[in-house]
């Protein structure tokens, strides 16, 4: 004698549960493609900020070659007797600001350089 195992009358609980199915499915969905436009922006903002920063400290070391230049024919000028020292510690001073700036900006230039990694996803542990 055959047996029905299944109930006859749901009531559309199984429609409601494929809806419930289908409401979840597009949630992961949209979730899924928000996740990759961020990871995008955040690649992007990361090239465009360590491409920045490289532009900046290759200026910045142009800068210091010139000041050293201007340090050393500041200190002949001094010892030649035709200019004071004082033209020649501020143009240290600003050798040495510049160098302290450069510095900063080489740091700057790594952490950008991080950032793009953790960006990428290079194995980043948080």
């Known amino acids: 004698m055959p047996q029905v195992t299944q109930p006859i009358f749901t009531a559309g609980r199984i429609t409601s ?4 199915a289908e409401a979840q499915q597009q949630e992961a969905l949209v ?11 955040e690649v992007s903002d990361a090239l465009v900020q360590s491409r920045r920063v490289t532009e900046i400290r290759t ?4 800068l210091v070659t010139t000041l050293h230049d201007r340090t050393r024919l500041a200190y002949m000028r001094y ?3 035709v200019d004071t020292l004082l033209n020649a510690l501020d143009a240290d001073r ?4 510049a160098e ?3 510095a900063q900006t080489q740091r700057n ?11 990428l996803g ?3 542990q948080p």
């Open 17 to 20: 549960q494929v809806h419930l």
């Open 31 to 41: 979730h899924y493609e928000q996740t990759i436009q961020t990871a995008f922006r």
């Open 59 to 62: 200026q910045q070391a142009l």
């Open 79 to 81: 010892q030649g007797g």
């Open 94 to 97: 600003d050798l040495f600001n």
């Open 100 to 102: 302290l700036s450069l």
């Open 109 to 119: 230039e790594l952490l950008a350089l991080v950032q793009l990694y953790k960006a």
């Open 122 to 124: 290079g194995g980043w």
